[in-house]
């Protein structure tokens, strides 16, 4: 029988874990606070987020101790923040991955130098890149806790072992696509939450949707000279894992870069947004990663880098978009 360990108690990790239960996949789960074991042991649900969803309590198991739950499985979904999963690795011993299949469930940096989340679990589990491979698409938690229409894609450099994973996650409401670049798809990720940030910006200070339009139809230009300096996998960008994950981001209410963004824009410090979100937003520390890791390619990219000055720079919000109106093609 497939048992599956999921990592993780936010938003994403609850949806992945409602799409694993009812598909009857025994799944063990680790939650950091005792708190919230204690609720979904009794209630079947998790208390902090996504409430709402019920999940069955014949395939969850939950549990607060880490190298239990890691144990328990061959199939291990990391689906912590970013800025957590050096610690939460580092927490563990590559014995316990030796010969199993990892699966990247977030989307932005690791670490100051920009590391893709595939590539840093690959190195620091000592597993082959055939062994690890990327969630991406346009697929909001609150969206699957409501049964609405969801498309993932499933990213390995090997294909069939993309293609055998895949089986799990597919739902009447989810469908599962797969590729084999997850280095160019772990790098859109990251771009799109910036994007997001910037399309919340543009919200709150009054901007309408003829320069969203050009905002986003100019970011999708600054995906692909980002994705240009990664190795051609036979890359669209225009597939939902690119384009897609980037026009949700910009438009869905759903998203908490969109709505970061629109909270520093109202005036609230980075600190404050992220306090009044209530949840992370990936895209604060992408910004940094991936601002200097365009320096590093020497890539011009105005919306980046009018992002990176509003929110590591201390410069007005609006003075850097009255700038960035400019810059836009």
Known sequence: MIEISVVGGGSWATALV?????????????LRRKEQVNHVKENGNNPSYLPQVQLNPIFVFPS???????????????????????????????????NKIVLAAMKGTVGANCEVPSSFLSQTLKL????IVTIA?????????????TYLTLSCSNPDTADKLAVLFKRPYVKVRSNIDPI?????S??????????????????????????????????QCILGTERDAQREILNSSYAGDLLVTAYSNNSRNRRFGEFV?????????????????EGYWAT???????????????????????????????????ELEGKLK
């Open 18 to 30: 409602k799409i694993l239960t009812e598909n009857k996949i025994p799944t063990y789960w680790y």
């Open 64 to 98: 607060g101790n880490l190298r239990h739950v890691v144990a328990q499985s061959r199939i291990i979904i990391f689906a912590v923040p970013s800025a957590t999963l050096k610690q939460v690795c580092y927490d563990l011993d590559c014995s316990l991955f030796e």
């Open 128 to 131: 082959p890149e055939s062994h």
């Open 137 to 149: 698409g346009p697929c909001h938690s609150e969206e699957i806790a409501e049964n609405k229409q």
């Open 184 to 188: 160019g798809v772990g790098y859109g």
């Open 190 to 223: 990251i771009y799109k939450n910036v994007l997001g940030i910037a399309s919340g910006m543009a919200k709150g200070l009054g901007y309408g949707d003829n320069f969203l339009a050009v905002l986003v139809s100019n970011a999708l230009f600054e995906m």
């Open 265 to 281: 824009a109202q005036g609230h410090s980075a600190e404050g947004a992220m306090d009044k979100l209530g949840m992370v937003a």
């Open 288 to 322: 940094k990663g991936l601002f200097c890791y365009a320096k590093e390619q020497g890539l011009g990219l105005p919306i980046l880098e009018s992002i990176y000055e509003i929110l590591y720079g201390n410069h007005s919000v609006r003075s850097k978009f009255k």
